[in-house]
């Protein structure tokens, strides 16, 4: 059956696009528009701001509690994402090259584990965090999100190992390399973008949790900016904070998009072509 | 340069399965030798073994007089080219003929000069700063002949190099890979499916059936002195016919007629647990066209009488197929080359005989032509265990041999 590309479908299609990519982006749209409201003109209604102002940006930076906050956020998420992506890559090259006892088992505690509902962990993890004293400490968010974005990274790990031709690994072997030099020059640059993909999803993961930054968490030590926001009470406590809680919101935004546009560069699809036949 | 030796070499997994059972074979400094046999028959994992990429569960293997059954790939200095290539595509053609030689830490200055000298070999010069990707199927071949021979291993090891390239590049490359080995003098291993290779290729050949070696032996040898029906079958495009035949008052009664045996033949056939009923085995070119042959050519054969099924010209000879009654022959080896051929491929064991005649028989189809066939060349098989009988020391004599 021929797709119709009539201008007609096109134009239906078009339309049908352009009202979902509107509903997607509205609220990030008006969130940024408040941020750049003065407070007097916050609740007009209006769109587009008749009083353009940058106020509510000075203020959050002026306010040590969110660069605090957004460093904590930064380090935490960075940290989490490259132990867990590092982790994850032996695993899934374990997982997708080897035959080993309880290898099912391994990996359907681990997609346990994805499934678990986090919130019925968050007591018992208060508790342990508190006497193990990692309570409020970067430690007691990266551990957490490691155990929790460890699962989804084996997963897309895995699925990406198993694309590679197992002859190459072999090659590399024949051509005098141990399995670990076999592993870091020639598999694991093919894994590569794999391995950005695996990366982008953890980080937002790491980044956008609240539920353990607001349990885990009790001082600006170690508050991730989704936990510190709803702390935000703007620069004294009888200002109405909301402008500055979407300009936080803004600034938040900003470092998920440049993560991944910095990486969707490295996510090229078909660079295993020509390994082999075909 | 080593030789390679296995000595009792099996493998068997932990299912319980035996890929490869007992395999004696000692190959020579600088010989070219081909392991060849059906899918599954465990040629791979022989070479597999000798790599170093499969464990050997038993018996020994030495290179260059150096037991290596524990060495690592990377400690047995030889080199792989693989079926599907396995070019590094992450690198270009200069850096994946260099990676070798970059793992073992030479010099800038010696890798750049042995890459050159294998790309000039390989005529790969005008490549070597593309990517794999961007390489034609035999030129990516080459590029993965050039990873091997650019640290001049101790030996090399081909599982089926060529049959990813089409008919035409493959016979192309057929003259590359021998010349190279000639030129190079390295011991090679080469696996393949194709048995036109194994009899091009090889200074000797390697048949192999259900991972335990048949026959061992130049490809003439086989292809004229077959130890038994399997190496028989496998052996020679189109394949060798088989008819049943029926052992009656010291004769043998076959769909060509009543075939005479010879003395030798017959003291074989009367031992007490001697078969009853043979196969008659016997290549198409033993066949001549009655009216095209002499007198003193046809006394040492014999004549019959069958319709043409089709008539295949190929210009320096024609391919008749003839149908024949009678019982079909019929043995496991067979049914294992039927198999492996793709079942209709392999005419030799059914109702349909193959002959190659000379290309001024007049032959046509659908007439009954009278065709005549050497005695001397035929083998007897017993069905029970494939062996040979008309092979005496390793020469076969056709059934007629005192």
Redesign the interface.
Known sequence: MAVETTTRAKLRWGLLDVLVVVFALVPVLWIASLSFKTPATLTDGNFIPREWTLDNYRTIFDTDQFVRALVNSIGVALIATLVAVVLGAMAAYAISRLDFPGKKLLVGVSLLIAMFPQVSLVSPLFEIERQLKIFDTWLGLILPYITFALPLAIYTLSAFFKQI?W??E?????????QG?AFR??IA??AAPGLFTTAILVFIFCWNDFLFAISLTSTERSRTVPAALSFFTGASQFEDPTGAICAAAVVITVPIILFVLFFQRRIVS????????G | MADIVLDKVSKSFPDGTVAVQDVDLEIADGEFVILVGPSGCGKSTTLNMI???EDISSGELRIAGQRVNDK???DRD???V?????????MTVRENMA??LR??KLDKETIDRKVDEAAKVLELTSLLDR?????S?GQ?QRVAMG?AIV?QPKAF?MDEPLS?LDAKLRVQMRTVVSRLQKQLGTTTVYVTHDQTEAMTLGDRVVIMRGGAVQQVGPPQELYDHPKNLFVAGFIGSPSMNFLHAAVQDGELHTALGTVPIGDRVRRELEAADAPRELILGIRPEHFEDAELVDDDTRRRGMEFEAPVDIVESMGSDKYVYFTVEGEKASAAELEELAADAGATDFAGAGGNLVTRLSAESPVAEGQTRRVWFNLEKIHLFDPANGRNLTLHEGRAAGALAD
Not at chain 1, 270 to 277: D, E, Q, R, Y
Not at chain 2, 82 to 90: D, G, I, V
Not at chain 2, 131 to 135: D, Q, T, V
């Open positions: 031709p002859d190459l072999k090659a590399a072997k024949m051509d005098g390399a141990t030099q020059r020639v640059p093919l078909g660079l295993t072509s020509g390994a082999v036949k | 790599a170093g990429l690592a790939p990377r030889i080199a792989m693989f079926q599907s290539y396995a070019l590094y595509p992450n990676f070798p793992l073992a990517k794999p990707a961007n390489l199927g990516r990873r640290r090891l990813n």
